[in-house]
């Protein structure tokens, strides 16, 4: 009989407020160094603009603290820094097209009511496992937002793009929230038959086949969702959930075989989409042979990705300081662009720190998944973490022409407000998940009554010594 | 479901690697030629945003940026335009930039490799890069006067400093006002930059340097007298044939002296007399005698056929190849398919008072900071020696004689000994010639030399010769340098 001493698993809430404070100094800080390049004074606005950020960024700590003491401590500091550069770089943006606080007010606006809903997922959803009963309804939810822009009167094309809707005063890119949806349902799906998906079937070539009418929800789903964004000319978004979808069908089957498939209907699918489609073939011609005088100058051409990459050219290694470039003169530089423009003016060493954060945020978020114990938490986790990862792979990717451009946004940084929401839940998810995986069980001894305990009796008596994780220890002893 | 989500997590590590990559590609490796692209505005911008350097004359800024409303932050003004536009040049937001605008941009706008080390220290001082001032080696007073000497004719005339090879005056005609070019309203300086382009004399062009090159007619002279005293057959006292014509090896062209006549009642001429009066015929022979391979290598040795910078780009000098004894001949006395520029030609003068020495022309005198302390000056660089001491002298003395009585006459200086020599080069047929001349002072200790071009004589017209219409501009440049 092994006795294990139990380290007190630390809440990491200070941590997360210390962490806080720097991101929140970043991001002010940029704010003020924006308004003293550009007018040689702070933004008038800062004290205000600059409070209510803090404000509601504490606020959501404290709500973290309250229901969720247990949660990750990066996650929230690493998506306040993001949020915060970002408005810093839409305030800078707007101030050089001479339109103070155009977009800049709307997205502290969507980053409150961002937060707030952050919030609101953190206090209404006390267990994460809750989702899974929503599965299919998620499913439904998911190919009904996808849906929902081509609905005449709802649906609206910007940028010969429909997958805007109209809601009151607002556009919304319902395929933000989808992501989601379709995360909770490939979880819940795959969770429940992952092992007929991996066991049951035929076996070709080596490679283990999945029986049709298990594989077929799935593929039904990504099949429509897939083919509606196709209609929708929206590249980007059928990348990130085909992603998506081969990642979480890789976590839950472990077999490499499904990877395979995933790249193999990939190839085809490109394949096709580019003979088959002109704009695709357009967006490719174009990211091969961008410096070409006609691509550039062409309608839809190179000549946003070139421009974007001069940018960043003229940034150099250590960028030429807020304010300082000239990110207004690539089209989108405050949204899908804003790499671009923060390369400008933070150089390479500020385009690194970004990315490092979200390396950061990510691997936190994998971690969680890994140390969640029930399968939907983990497939819910990492599916989420890595749809972050992988849509700041395509965005980011498409801005230094490693891949051609999709029309995605920076998580966290871009202006939009429904990638803003949407973004903020995956945050306000992961932190739900990662406090249930971090929580302490109840401990035993606690039936005796917590306050009679002696220090020394907290010792537990596991039935055997192995290398648990401190949580399965706990649960070991409560059985 | 852990080892997938290890695995999953290398992925996304290689993803963003993958990234960092890309980023440091676009912004490390292929920045320099994305800022250099043509497309990329952020340069100009950049440029024009920034502050940038005089152009200063004895003190005096003749090209200065100004703080400007619009959004370009700066605005580039020439105070004395046309008298100083062949060497500044324009600096145009719409249609680029010539002259040291050009030649010299790195330094002006601050961004020279060659300053690198005061560079390194601005920015360990946390300063941003700055723009240098650039001390030109032109004296105002000798540019002044060639510019009011040479008056509405069109033409070219240079001068530099002996001693160092320093320009002392640049000025071409017809001129221009680079401020048209420098404004930034696109409409308007296209407008105004397509009249310069269409322009009766091209005004846009430097004829002290470059543009279509001159026929250098007797100034050429000079040179082939190099090549026979160089050869060592010759001396001054060589007897030439002098006579009223001389026929053209291979053809039944004969070749005249200006005016017609023999250079001398016997028929006979010492090579300096031959020089004094500018003899056709003498000359002519002489070229035969010393041969085609000979004239080439000597024109060569003063810079002939060899690209100089100054760093505004010179036009090399030709003298052609693969010539018969008529076209040497010809070559000889400077017309034929002899090309010169002004420069060259006051560059062999000033070879001829150095004693034989040939010294870089250039016209960066020091490169400063904004504070004024001195970053980089030009020290003297010796491009060769084409002639040796000896040469120089004899043919010194045989120039002053061109003065003193000769075709130069016209370049006496009260004082002063003033060495010359005259050129009148035929051009197309019916046209009138065009009327050179050049010259150095003091001969007993020269500072100066001078050459002038007065397109097609000037206001002289078809009666015009070097030695009237050339040689007094060349005076007014030499005599404004010494009386400094």
Same mark, same amino acid.
């Given at each position: 009989?092994?006795?294990?001493e139990?380290?007190?698993?630390?809440s990491?809430?200070?941590?997360?407020?210390g962490?806080?404070?720097?991101?929140?100094a970043?991001?002010?800080?940029?704010?003020?160094?924006?308004?003293?390049?550009?007018?040689?004074?702070?933004?008038?606005?800062?004290y205000?603009?600059?409070?209510?950020f803090?404000?509601?960024?504490?606020?959501t700590?404290?709500?973290?603290? =309250?229901?969720?003491?247990?949660?990750?401590?990066?996650l929230?500091?690493i998506?306040?820094?993001?949020?915060?550069?970002?408005m810093?770089?839409?305030?800078?943006?707007?101030?050089? #097209?001479?339109?103070?606080?155009?977009?800049?007010?709307?997205?502290?606006?969507?980053?409150?009511?961002?937060?707030?809903?952050?919030?609101?997922?953190?206090?209404?959803?006390?267990?994460?496992r809750?989702?899974?009963r929503?599965?299919?309804? @998620?499913?439904?939810?998911g190919?009904?937002?996808?849906v929902?822009?081509l609905?005449?009167?709802?649906?609206?094309?910007?940028?010969?793009?429909r997958?805007?809707?109209h809601?009151?005063?607002?556009?919304?890119?319902?395929?933000?929230?989808?992501k989601i949806?379709?995360?909770?349902?490939?979880?819940?799906?795959?969770v429940?038959n992952?092992?007929?998906?991996?066991?049951a079937?035929?076996?070709?070539?080596?490679?283990?086949?999945?029986?049709?009418r298990?594989f077929?929800?799935?593929?039904?789903?990504?099949?429509?969702s897939?083919a509606?964004?196709?209609?929708q000319r929206?590249?980007?978004?059928?990348?990130?959930?085909?992603?998506?979808?081969?990642?979480?069908?890789?976590i839950?089957?472990?077999?490499?075989s499904?990877?395979?498939?995933?790249?193999?209907?990939?190839?085809?699918?490109?394949?096709?989409?580019?003979r088959?489609?002109?704009?695709v073939?357009?967006?490719?011609?174009s990211w091969? #042979? @961008?410096?070409?005088?006609?691509?550039?100058?062409a309608?839809?051409?190179?000549?946003?990705v070139?421009?974007?990459?001069f940018?960043?050219?003229?940034?150099?290694?250590l960028?030429?300081?807020?304010?300082?470039?000239?990110?207004?003169?690539?089209?989108?530089?405050?949204?899908?662009?804003?790499?671009a423009?923060l390369?400008e003016?933070?150089?390479?060493?500020?385009l690194?720190?970004?990315?490092?954060?979200y390396?950061?945020?990510?691997?936190?978020?994998?971690?969680?998944?890994?140390g969640?114990?029930?399968?939907?938490?983990?497939?819910?986790?990492?599916?989420l973490?890595?749809?972050?990862? =992988?849509?700041?792979?395509?965005?980011?990717?498409?801005?230094?022409?490693?891949?051609?451009?999709?029309?995605?946004?920076?998580?966290?940084?871009?202006?939009?407000?429904?990638?803003?929401?949407a973004?903020?839940?995956?945050?306000?998810?992961?932190?739900?998940?990662?406090?249930?995986?971090?929580?302490?069980?109840?401990?035993?001894?606690?039936? #005796?009554?917590?306050a @009679?305990?002696p220090?020394?009796?907290?010792?537990?008596e596991?039935?055997?010594?192995?290398?648990?994780?401190?949580?399965?220890q706990?649960?070991?002893?409560?059985? | 479901?852990?080892?997938?989500?290890?695995?999953?997590?290398?992925? /996304?590590?290689l993803?963003?690697?993958?990234?960092?990559?890309?980023?440091s590609y676009?912004?490390?490796?292929?920045?320099?030629?994305?800022?250099a692209?043509?497309?990329?505005v952020?340069?100009?911008?950049?440029?024009?945003?920034?502050?940038?350097?005089?152009?200063?004359?004895?003190? %005096?800024e003749?090209?200065?940026?100004?703080?400007s409303?619009?959004?370009?932050?700066?605005?580039?003004?020439?105070?004395?335009?046309?008298m100083?536009?062949?060497?500044?040049?324009?600096y145009?937001?719409v249609?680029?930039?010539s002259?040291?605008?050009?030649?010299?941009?790195?330094?002006?706008n601050?961004?020279?490799?060659?300053?690198?080390?005061?560079?390194?220290?601005?920015?360990? &001082? +946390?300063?941003?890069p700055?723009g240098y001032?650039?001390?030109?080696?032109?004296?105002?007073?000798?540019q002044?006067?060639a510019?009011?000497?040479?008056?509405?004719?069109?033409?070219?005339?240079?001068?530099?400093d002996?001693?160092?090879?320093?320009?002392?005056?640049?000025?071409s005609?017809p001129?221009?006002?680079?401020?048209d070019?420098?404004?930034? $309203?696109?409409s308007?300086?296209?407008?105004?930059?397509?009249?310069?382009?269409a322009?009766?004399?091209?005004?846009?062009?430097?004829? *002290?340097i470059?543009?279509?090159?001159y026929?250098p007619?007797?100034?050429?002279?000079?040179?082939?007298?190099? *090549?026979?005293?160089?050869?060592?057959?010759?001396?001054?006292?060589s007897?030439l044939?002098?006579t009223?014509g001389?026929?053209?090896?291979?053809?039944r062209?004969?070749?005249?002296?200006?005016?017609?006549?023999?250079?001398?009642?016997?028929?006979?001429?010492?090579?300096?007399?031959?020089l004094?009066?500018?003899?056709? %015929?003498?000359?002519?022979s002489?070229?035969?005698?010393?041969?085609?391979?000979?004239?080439?290598?000597?024109?060569?040795?003063?810079?002939?056929?060899?690209?100089?910078?100054?760093p505004?780009? /010179?036009t090399p000098?030709?003298?052609?190849?693969?010539?018969?004894?008529?076209?040497t001949?010809?070559s000889?006395?400077?017309?034929?398919?002899?090309?010169?520029t002004p420069?060259?030609?006051?560059?062999?003068?000033?070879?001829i008072?150095?004693?034989?020495?040939e010294?870089?022309?250039?016209?960066? $005198?020091?490169?400063?900071?904004p504070?004024?302390?001195?970053?980089?000056?030009?020290?003297?660089?010796?491009?060769?020696?084409?002639?040796?001491?000896?040469?120089?002298?004899?043919?010194?003395?045989?120039?002053?004689?061109?003065?003193?009585d000769?075709?130069?006459?016209?370049?006496?200086?009260?004082?002063v000994?003033? &060495?010359? $020599?005259?050129?009148?080069?035929?051009?197309?047929?019916?046209?009138a010639?065009h &009327?050179?001349?050049?010259?150095? &002072?003091?001969?007993d200790?020269?500072?100066?030399?001078?050459?002038?071009?007065?397109?097609? +004589?000037g206001?002289?017209g078809?009666?015009?010769?070097?030695?009237? /219409?050339?040689?007094?501009i060349a005076?007014a440049?030499?005599k404004a340098?010494?009386?400094?």
């Open positions: 009989m092994a006795t294990v139990p380290t007190p698993v630390r990491g809430r200070s941590g997360e407020l962490l806080l404070i720097l991101a929140l970043l991001g002010l800080s940029a704010y003020a160094l924006v308004g003293s390049t550009l007018d040689g004074r702070i933004p008038g606005n800062f205000r603009d600059g409070g209510i803090v404000v509601v960024t504490l606020l700590h404290a709500v973290v603290r =309250w229901r969720a003491p247990f949660a990750d401590p990066v929230l500091p998506a306040a820094a993001l949020n915060g550069v970002g810093a770089m839409i305030y800078r943006i707007d101030h050089a #097209h001479a339109d103070a606080d155009a977009l800049a007010g709307k997205q502290l606006i969507w980053t409150l009511v961002s937060l707030a809903a952050a919030c609101a997922v953190l206090v209404l959803l006390r267990d994460h809750t989702l899974r929503f599965t299919y309804i @998620a499913l439904l939810v190919v009904g937002l996808l929902l822009p609905v005449p009167g709802v649906g609206a094309q910007i940028y010969g793009a997958i805007w809707i809601v009151g005063p607002m556009s919304l890119q319902p395929a933000e929230f989808a949806a379709f995360a909770v349902f490939f979880a819940g799906y795959l429940t992952r092992d007929t998906l991996t066991l079937g035929p076996k070709v070539l080596g490679l283990q086949l999945p029986r049709l298990d077929g929800p799935l593929l039904l789903a990504l099949g429509a897939l509606v964004l196709v209609a929206d590249l980007g978004t059928s990348l990130l959930f085909f992603g998506l979808f081969v990642a979480m069908l890789y839950a089957t472990e077999r490499s499904w990877v395979l498939i995933g790249l193999g209907l990939f190839a085809a699918g490109a394949f096709v989409a580019v088959a489609f002109p704009h073939q357009a967006r490719f011609s091969l #042979h @961008a410096f070409d005088t006609d691509t550039f100058n309608v839809g051409g190179s000549g946003q070139v421009r974007g990459l940018g960043m050219a003229n940034g150099g290694l960028g030429t300081g807020w304010g300082e470039g000239y990110p207004q003169l690539v089209p989108f530089a405050s949204s899908d662009f804003i790499i423009s390369g003016e933070l150089g390479l060493t500020g690194f720190a970004i990315l490092v954060l390396v950061l945020f990510v691997q936190r978020g994998l971690r969680i998944a890994i969640t114990r029930d399968g939907f938490g983990k497939l819910l986790a990492g599916g973490a890595f749809a972050i990862a =992988w849509q700041c792979f395509v965005v980011v990717g498409g801005v230094t022409r490693l891949i051609p451009v999709t029309g995605l946004t920076t998580p966290f940084l871009a202006y939009g407000g429904s990638s803003l929401l973004n903020w839940i995956i945050v306000a998810l992961l932190l739900r998940i990662s406090d249930n995986a971090r929580r302490p069980a109840p401990l035993p001894l606690r039936a #005796h009554g917590p @009679a305990e220090a020394s009796a907290r010792t537990i596991l039935p055997r010594p192995d290398r648990a994780e401190p949580a399965r706990a649960r070991g002893g409560a059985s | 479901m852990n080892t997938p989500l290890r695995r999953l997590s290398s992925v /996304v590590l993803l963003f690697v993958a990234l960092l990559a890309a980023a676009v912004q490390f490796v292929q920045a320099p030629s994305l800022n692209d043509p497309r990329n952020r340069t100009l911008y950049r440029e024009y945003g920034s502050f940038r350097g005089p152009l200063i004359v004895d003190g %005096t003749v090209a200065l940026s100004k703080p409303d619009d959004a370009f932050g700066y605005q580039r003004s020439y105070p004395d335009p046309e100083y536009a062949a060497v500044t040049g324009y145009s937001v249609v680029g930039r002259g040291m605008e050009r030649y010299a941009n790195d330094l002006l601050g961004t020279s490799d060659s300053l690198w080390w005061d560079r390194f220290q601005q920015l360990v &001082a +946390g300063k941003d700055q001032s650039v001390e030109l080696t032109i004296d105002a007073a000798a002044q006067a510019w009011d000497a040479l008056g509405d004719q069109r033409g070219a005339v240079v001068a530099v002996t001693r160092s090879g320093a320009i002392l005056a640049m000025v005609k001129s221009y006002d680079p401020n070019l420098a404004a930034h $309203k696109t308007t300086v296209n407008e105004r930059y397509q009249a310069l382009l322009a009766d004399g091209d005004p846009l062009v430097n004829r *002290a470059g543009g279509d090159t026929p007619g007797s100034v050429f002279k000079l040179v082939t007298a190099s *090549a026979a005293l160089q050869s060592g057959t010759f001396t001054a006292d007897a044939d002098g009223d001389y026929t053209l090896p291979g053809t062209t004969v070749l005249h002296n200006f005016g017609g006549g023999a250079c001398a009642s016997s028929g006979k001429i010492s090579l300096a007399d031959a004094r009066i500018s003899c056709n %015929t003498a000359f002519a002489l070229g035969n005698a010393v041969g085609q391979d000979a004239l080439r290598a000597q024109a060569r040795a003063y810079g002939f056929d060899t690209s100089l910078s100054v505004l780009p /010179v000098s030709r003298f052609p190849e693969g010539l018969d004894d008529a076209q001949a010809l000889a006395i400077g017309q034929g398919s002899v090309r010169v420069l060259q030609v006051a560059m062999v003068s000033a070879t008072a150095n004693g034989g020495t010294l870089e022309p250039y016209l960066v $005198k020091t490169v400063r900071t504070d004024l302390s001195v970053v980089s000056r030009t020290s003297p660089t010796t491009l060769g020696t084409p002639i040796s001491p000896a040469t120089a002298s004899t043919l010194t003395a045989m120039m002053e004689q061109v003065v003193t000769g075709t130069g006459t016209a370049a006496r200086i009260p004082g000994t003033v &060495a010359g $020599k005259s050129g009148t080069a035929e051009t197309t047929k019916g046209a010639p &009327a050179w001349f050049t010259a150095f &002072a003091p001969a200790d020269p500072q100066v030399a001078v050459a002038v071009v007065v397109e097609h +004589g206001d002289a078809s009666e015009a010769t070097g030695g009237a /219409v050339a040689a007094p005076r440049v030499l340098v010494l009386d400094r």
